[in-house]
Nanobody
């Protein structure tokens, strides 16, 4: 079993930045691909970014490409999502997740989930 815990969310003005962290426990996630998703009120959970176990390959949703960066530190069992140039439409609960697949962009393909952290961007 893998437990994931997100942190780093908060309230920020448009154009600002945040760094989200996802700490894993219970089992190492170094062999898992890790992803970030987000869910705004009344909307479905959507893919944001993912990173393969090696950290050498990353993938992003078009809506965040060039603004968000996913990274991981396997020694610390932690995955990060750096959010830059934030927009009000980025407001959502952000979730991290782990998958045994090499590539996955839909929620059903992920095996473990955190509880989420709220990101609110004011205009």
């Amino acid at each position: 079993q893998v437990q994931l815990e997100e942190s780093g969310g908060g309230l920020v003005q448009a154009g600002g930045s945040l760094r989200l962290s996802c700490a894993a426990s219970g089992r190492t996630v170094s062999s898992y691909a890790m992803g970030w998703f987000r869910q705004a009120p009344g909307k479905e959970r959507e893919f944001v970014a993912m990173i393969r176990w090696s950290g050498l390959s990353t993938y992003y949703a078009d809506s965040v490409k060039g603004r968000f960066t996913i990274s991981r530190d396997n020694a610390k069992n932690t995955v990060y999502l750096t959010l830059n140039s934030l927009k009000p439409e980025d407001t959502a609960v952000y979730y991290c997740a782990a998958t045994s697949r090499r590539y996955a962009t839909i929620p059903a393909e992920y095996d473990y989930w955190g509880q989420g952290t709220q990101v609110t961007v004011s205009s």
